[in-house]
């Protein structure tokens, strides 16, 4: 049975293995070594972050999710602007070679005389 074995607690979960490195503010929990994440300068678990956040800035739950939704939002625009201005760009240059290469054939047409 693996859950007595070392390496596993009692509810059959891995346990972390490592040194300590600090209380998390949010949970109040042990942060070990091997899941702990630095946001705004304090050292926390990952899956804590969201909470910190919130109480930071006094959100509820509704307002979070909110303003999540407006940052994902704002980038996925951001990101729609900049292939947009990149395929600008590239049909804006094709288009230019496609002018010059018909301006080219019409030259030689006038010099060949057809």
Known sequence: D????????????????????DTCPVCDEIVWEDEWRVFDNVIMHPRCVPEYTKRKHGMNEEQFLRLC???????????????????????KKRLQDLEERLVMIEKIKRVDGV
Do not use: E, P, V, W
Request: glycine share 10%.
């Open 69 to 91: 939704g407006a940052q994902d939002l704002r980038q996925a625009i951001l990101d729609i602007q900049k292939t947009y201005r990149d395929s600008m760009d590239f049909f």
């Open 2 to 21: 693996l859950r007595n074995t070392s390496g596993y607690n009692q509810d059959g979960l891995t346990m972390a293995s490592g040194c300590i490195i």
